[in-house]
């Protein structure tokens, strides 16, 4: 099959015009006023895509490899106003939430000496889902790094948006793994951003329950967790059932969403704008954490849900308009062509940036050859919807009533500093001594450096030489 070119755009597409009558979802064709357009940084740990699960493993970190090609392809790192390369999270940082012990094992065991270590591959919960592959521990790091780093940043108060595609492991516990995840980039994520923002507000679009973020912070009412889900109860991981709503002072501030398979997008996204929109108005957000698993996709390998990569876009677009400092991240998602259409996708959505439907060309062109080099296939109608309008009225019924008892924004002070305030100031200021876009004069950034009272230039320097190495708009090619 000969490649030809076309130019329509994603608006022309007639797969995209007909919500409705077959209930697919519009594409986003809002104009970005320009003075409001948000500052938006993209982390991509270099080299993630590279690893390996295993032969027969469905979880493929080349989907990320494809996802930046396209990313790329579309020009988006033109319009993303920060790509960097996070440094690795360090041991002390994964304990930050992980149990030392655990953390010890990640770091030593090796396909090599698994054998030797069976006994804690069996209790860590390192088998079938969750196989130990070669530099796995360095795959975590990245993984977690980025999403440390885009909390930072989102501290800072440096970016508005922070994205990183390689995060969001969003069953990893303390003390264990589970479902293909080994560190829970997440709650380490979040934990970072309690440093700062008050309230956070966590959101899980993956067809699985985020059972490790909720249970993290199932006990306070600092960060409320709010996942959309298949349950039948025998369905990975069987929890996040209706009934689960937080405990003690956590009490109310965990919302679960249970959905059942085949769900279309007309409903799953009515039922999403009705939930968000209530929880934010209750919760008064200080900072959204969005879990963008596209296993939630129509033809996912795993999944059974019928949603379209425009509904899914649609999501992650209704979170964006909330104007909330806001952290995207992936997760699962298992037909690999069209994870990566769907995030190259939502990257476009937070960079207010319209995408024609034809994919750029690229060097894996062969991956999307069956589907004619398409951004948006058609993904729904697979599955049986086993939901019906009476189904969803009830949930939300029973989230509107659970929200009731939800206390209004509850004032948190912030009494301490986070102990690493200083090196986010210096990046911060890192930042503008680099920002080649405002010429701002010597003097000016000096000025500001006083304003703020925060370190010298020259604590500036060597922060720039250890910390966090900016690659720059052309950077993310050479990450390839
Ligand atoms: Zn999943």
Redesign the pocket.
């Known amino acids: 099959m000969v490649r030809i070119t076309q130019s329509y755009t994603f608006s022309d597409s007639p797969y995209f015009n007909d919500r409705g009558v077959h209930g697919h979802a519009q594409p986003i064709t809002e104009r970005v006023n320009p003075h409001s357009t948000p500052i938006v940084s993209y982390y991509f740990p270099k080299g993630v895509g590279e690893h390996h699960y295993g032969q027969y493993h469905p979880m493929k970190p080349h989907r990320l490899t494809l996802t930046n090609a396209l990313v790329m392809g579309y020009g988006l790192d033109k319009k993303i106003h920060n790509i960097y390369n996070p440094p690795l999270a360090s041991r002390a940082e994964l304990e930050a939430y992980h149990d030392q012990e655990y953390i010890d094992f990640l770091s030593r065991v090796t396909p090599q000496n698994q054998t030797e270590m069976k006994h804690l591959i069996d209790s860590f919960n390192c088998t079938e889902d969750c196989p130990i592959f070669a530099d796995m521990f360095t795959f975590c790091r990245m993984s977690a790094g980025g999403s440390l780093a885009a909390a930072r940043k989102l501290c800072a108060r440096t970016t508005d948006i922070a994205i990183n595609w390689s995060g969001g492991l969003h069953h990893a516990k303390r003390g264990e793994a589970s479902g293909f995840c080994y560190v829970n980039d997440i709650v380490l994520g979040i934990l970072e951003l309690l440093r700062y923002f008050p309230r956070v507000l966590y959101i899980d679009i993956?067809?699985?329950h985020g059972d490790g973020v909720e249970h993290a912070f199932y006990h306070t009412n600092r960060v409320m967790t709010v996942s959309f889900h298949k349950y039948t109860g025998d369905f990975f991981p069987g929890t996040g059932k209706l009934e689960d709503n937080g405990a003690g002072v956590g009490k109310h501030f965990c919302l679960n969403v249970p959905l059942q398979d085949g769900i279309t997008d007309d409903m799953y996204t009515t039922l999403f704008k009705h939930v968000i929109e209530n929880v934010c108005q209750r919760f008064q957000p200080s900072a959204i954490v969005m879990q963008c698993?596209a296993?939630s996709l129509g033809l996912d390998r795993?999944g059974a849900f019928n949603l379209s990569i425009a509904a899914h876009g649609e999501c992650v677009n209704f979170v964006r308009m909330q104007k909330v400092p806001l952290m995207v991240v992936g997760?699962?998602g298992y037909t690999v062509k069209n994870v990566s259409r769907c995030w190259t996708y939502e990257t476009s959505v937070l960079v207010g940036q319209q995408l024609p439907d034809e994919l750029p060309a690229t060097v894996y062109d062969s991956w999307f050859r069956d589907s004619q080099w398409k951004l948006h296939p058609p993904l729904t109608g697979r599955v049986q919807n086993q939901n019906t309008a009476a189904s969803l009225q009830r949930i939300m019924r029973a989230v509107d009533q659970k929200l009731r008892y939800l206390e209004s924004a509850p004032s948190i002070q912030m009494n301490e500093l986070p102990p690493n305030l200083e090196k986010w100031l210096a990046e911060e200021l890192k930042d503008e001594l680099m920002d080649t876009r405002e010429d701002r004069s010597m003097a000016q950034k000096m000025e500001l450096f006083e304003q703020r009272g925060v370190p010298q230039v020259a604590d500036v320097q060597e922060a720039v030489d250890v910390g966090e190495a900016e690659v720059g708009e052309e950077g993310l090619r050479q990450l390839q």
């Open positions: 993956d067809i699985h698993g296993d795993l997760g699962g």
